[in-house]
């Protein structure tokens, strides 16, 4: 099983990746470093980061956008677009973060990069559960009668409470989690960066390869079957459990739950790390999944009153370019958010939007809008042409007679 190897690990690292306005976007992404004298850092152990730990993190939207690629075009494949995918998120004031109605700010990032810090989070929070649900559950420290011994124990159950569980449903949720392989089913995290799953036939034809896709209008991610390396060419009439088997021929499925804890909106993420001890006076620091997809992504934030880098000198400073394009950044994600592109990533154009199983397909009434266009377009090219042939024709018929009556 080439996807059960990759997948012996559940908890394994996963790496991350990053058209022609696209493409530029992609490019926003990057540009905002914190300074030490910015009023949204604090400077901690010589690492400044910017003080988000009054908010948390919030799924928005999936969205593939397709778009002209030059390494398509020069290669020569059968399409020279690309497949091009963002994430939108939101960092909402903490305790109205459900709502998320005010006082926040609008993100995009490539999807490779909120995938690789999102599911790495969700997977440290679900060892740490499981880890807490080990000493509360399986001790015996409570029933030793011991105070310190019981102090303990309502110390793992305390940590159990943060991860809104207990001994009744942690237990159960572990061991599924532990078995899982066993049981034969795979965590679909294993495959949110492009890979292989299987050969397409006995010979050693050509492989397919399992990646992270948009589902139910984008506020869903799941996995789906391409046809090539880069994940870019999906083929929505292949279902990747049809591809998950061992050496020994027995059939796998994916697991989502761990995945969809990265786009549940219901399950926000709180942006504030926790204070180790009891020290009163210790400092918040910001947890590293916001920190980093803070500084990766395109940020919208002044029309909706979020105190970022648009309203801070210091830090504008150092992201200028973001800072000027701000309005360009709030106009592409609001284009991503109001259907301008379909579910795999085309440009809808009028009419009403279809949606298939794996993308779009166009109605009557924009078949004849194209079509009208195209021999429109095509119309008024020729005519122009004709136009230009007779004004050129008939200025040299004139200078021809002016030459003549000179002489």
Not at 204 to 209: F, I, K, L, M, R
Not at 266 to 279: N, P, Q, R, Y
Not at 327 to 340: M, R
């Amino acid at each position: 099983l080439g996807s059960a190897s990759a997948a012996s690990n559940p908890f394994g690292a996963k790496q991350s990746n990053a058209d022609a306005k696209a493409k530029y976007m992609a490019q926003l992404m990057s540009k905002a470093t914190p300074t030490e004298n910015s009023q949204l850092g604090r400077n901690l152990d010589g690492q400044v980061e910017v003080d988000l730990t009054g908010y948390s993190l919030r799924f928005e939207k999936c969205q593939f956008v397709k778009a002209y690629d030059q390494d398509l075009a020069a290669n020569g494949y059968e399409t020279v677009l690309a497949t091009q995918r963002f994430v939108i998120f939101r960092l909402c004031p903490s305790g109205n973060c459900k709502s998320c109605n005010s006082g926040y700010g609008e993100y995009m990032v490539d999807m490779e990069n909120y995938l690789g810090y999102t599911v790495e989070y969700r997977q440290e929070e679900q060892e740490e559960m499981c880890g807490a649900c080990q000493d509360a559950c399986y001790s015996d420290d409570a029933a030793a009668g011991d105070d310190a011994a019981q102090d303990q124990g309502q110390y793992y159950n305390r940590k159990l409470a943060y991860y809104n569980s207990d001994c009744d449903t942690c237990v159960s949720a572990c061991e599924k989690i532990d078995s899982m392989e066993e049981n034969h089913y795979l965590d679909a995290t294993n495959f949110i960066n492009c890979q292989p799953v299987q050969e397409t036939d006995d010979d050693g034809g050509a492989y397919v390869y399992a990646g992270p896709i948009c589902a139910s209008q984008g506020s869903k991610i799941k996995i789906g079957v391409f046809t090539d390396e880069n994940c870019m060419f999906l083929d929505s009439s292949k279902d990747v459990d049809s591809y998950l088997t061992d050496e020994d021929g027995n059939a796998f499925k994916l697991s989502h739950a761990l995945l969809k804890t990265t786009y549940d909106t219901s399950d926000c993420i709180s942006c504030a790390a926790d204070v180790e001890g009891d020290d009163d006076g210790a400092v918040a620091e910001v947890k590293d999944v916001c920190a980093e997809l803070y500084e990766a992504s395109a940020k919208c934030e002044s029309p909706y009153g979020f105190d970022g880098i648009t309203s801070n000198s210091y830090y504008a400073n150092e992201a200028a370019n973001q800072v000027a394009n701000e309005e360009l950044v709030c106009d592409f994600i609001s284009s991503l958010k109001s259907g301008t592109y379909s579910q795999d990533g085309e440009i809808v154009i009028g009419g009403t939007k279809v949606y298939t199983a794996g993308g779009t397909s166009t109605t009557g009434g924009q078949k004849f809008a194209l079509t009208f266009f195209i021999i429109g377009t095509v119309g008024l090219a020729v005519y122009a042409a004709m136009l230009h042939s007779q004004l050129t024709k008939g200025g040299k018929a004139d200078l021809s007679h002016q030459g003549g009556a000179m002489a």
